[in-house]
Structure formats: structure tokens, C-alpha cells
T-cell receptor, first 112, second 112 residues
Framework: TQLLEQSPQFLSIQEGENLTVYCNSSSVFSSLQWYRQEPGEGPVLLVTVVTGGEVKKLKRLTFQFGDARKDSSLHITAAQPGDTGLYLCAGLQVAAGNKLTFGGGTRVLVKP | DAGVTQSPTHLIKTRGQQVTLRCSPKSGHDTVSWYQQALGQGPQFIFQYYEEEERQRGNFPDRFSGHQFPNYSSELNVNALLLGDSALYLC???????????FGPGTRLTVL
């Protein structure tokens, strides 16, 4: 059982469409990180959200941390083929010695 | 400035064999963590090393062991390989005063 549940597991959309990926947990995290991973590579950090209710924007990507610091979402506006990849959320628990727990990932395919 | 490097890139072993994977952290980083990522899943935390000692461990059997050297590089050893050990093994490093981990490209281990 994943401590962090991501949904959907797979998303296929056309270029220009919007998409949202969700990351949910019953646990509280000190912070939540979003990564993107491409085939044959390690995950690359996109953003870290720390404060409950926090919203961060990175160009066409908008990240939100839930008020209770248990869930998060990633919204991509006007998706492009370059956004294709595996999106991973990861929760950090400082009380557990900075242990990072990953969700199962959402595979996003943006078709031209 | 080189990022996190891992070797080898790919490895094929048979059941029952032993394997050693290597990781060099990003310059200035002293903490190394290892993760196992099965196909289609998110990374699972194996253990973390700091000051040449294992500081945290995930839910992995004793067949998985590690080491950190004085230059902060690290090894992951897996004994008595099982088919289920086939996965991408990721190494991540971070500095003492930061929560941000940087991942290497991983070692793809196939157990036949």
C-alpha cells in the first residue's frame, strides 16, 4: 500500500489541453516535492511546497499544497509534447529523519 | 560541476548471484540515499548513509546492504538475487542543510 496515492496512473492528452495530477495521503508531511522523470534518467525536482495552502507556479505548471499538508495537485496548462514524462510526488517527513516517500507516479503522454 | 553519477548503467545477473552498485554524490554533498524503482512504479526508499553509517532504512531485507566511504561515495550490495530484484536502482545525494535531493541516472539491474 502506497503511503502517497497518485491519480490518475496514466494520462494521454492532445497538445494544448490542460491536465491535473493528484497526490493524496492520510499522513501529514513537512513538505511535498514534485519530480519529473524521463526514460533512462533519474527524477528531477520541479518544486517543493512547504506551507499548507501554498500555490507555486513554474511557467505553465501550477502546484498546490493542501491546507492540511496531506495532499497536493499539479496542473499543467496548454500541455506540450515536451511535458511528456513520469510525474512523481514525494512527501518529506522531518520527524522521520528527512525520509522521502514517493507516490506511484503518473505517466503523462502529450500527443502533438 | 558533475552531478550524481552511478555505475554501471546496466547490469544483468542470474538468480542467487551478488551485485554491487556504485554512486558518487554531487560535489559538496555528504548524504547519500538509495532507492529501488520497479517498472511502472515510484521509487522505494532502501536506506540512507551519512558519515559512513546507515542512518535510516526502508522496508528491505538484510540481503540489501550498503557502505559509504570517506569521500562520501557509496555502494549498494544485494546478495542472493531474486527475480523480483530486477529494477532501476537510484542514488540521490544532498547536503547537510538542505532537503533537496539530486538523483543520479540509475543502474538498471536485470535478474534472470
Amino acid at each position: 500500500t502506497q503511503l502517497l496515492e497518485q491519480s490518475p496512473q496514466f494520462l494521454s492528452i492532445q497538445e494544448g489541453e490542460n491536465l491535473t495530477v493528484y497526490c493524496n495521503s492520510s499522513s501529514v508531511f513537512s513538505s511535498l516535492q514534485w519530480y519529473r522523470q524521463e526514460p533512462g534518467e533519474g527524477p528531477v525536482l520541479l518544486v517543493t511546497v512547504v506551507t499548507g495552502g501554498e500555490v507555486k507556479k513554474l511557467k505553465r505548471l501550477t502546484f498546490q499544497f493542501g491546507d492540511a499538508r496531506k495532499d497536493s495537485s499539479l496542473h499543467i496548462t496548454a500541455a506540450q509534447p515536451g511535458d511528456t514524462g513520469l510525474y512523481l510526488c514525494a512527501g518529506l517527513q522531518v520527524a522521520a529523519g528527512n525520509k522521502l516517500t514517493f507516490g506511484g507516479g503518473t505517466r503523462v503522454l502529450v500527443k502533438p | 560541476d558533475a552531478g550524481v553519477t552511478q555505475s554501471p548503467t546496466h547490469l544483468i545477473k542470474t538468480r542467487g548471484q551478488q551485485v554491487t552498485l556504485r554512486c558518487s554524490p554531487k560535489s559538496g554533498h555528504d548524504t547519500v540515499s538509495w532507492y529501488q524503482q520497479a517498472l511502472g512504479q515510484g521509487p522505494q526508499f532502501i536506506f540512507q548513509y551519512y558519515e559512513e553509517e546507515e542512518r535510516q532504512r526502508g522496508n528491505f531485507p538484510d540481503r540489501f546492504s550498503g557502505h559509504q566511504f570517506p569521500n562520501y561515495s557509496s555502494e549498494l550490495n544485494v546478495n542472493a538475487l531474486l527475480l523480483g530484484d530486477s529494477a532501476l536502482y537510484l542514488c540521490a545525494s544532498r547536503g547537510l542543510r538542505t532537503d533537496t535531493q539530486y538523483f543520479g541516472p540509475g543502474t538498471r539491474l536485470t535478474v534472470l
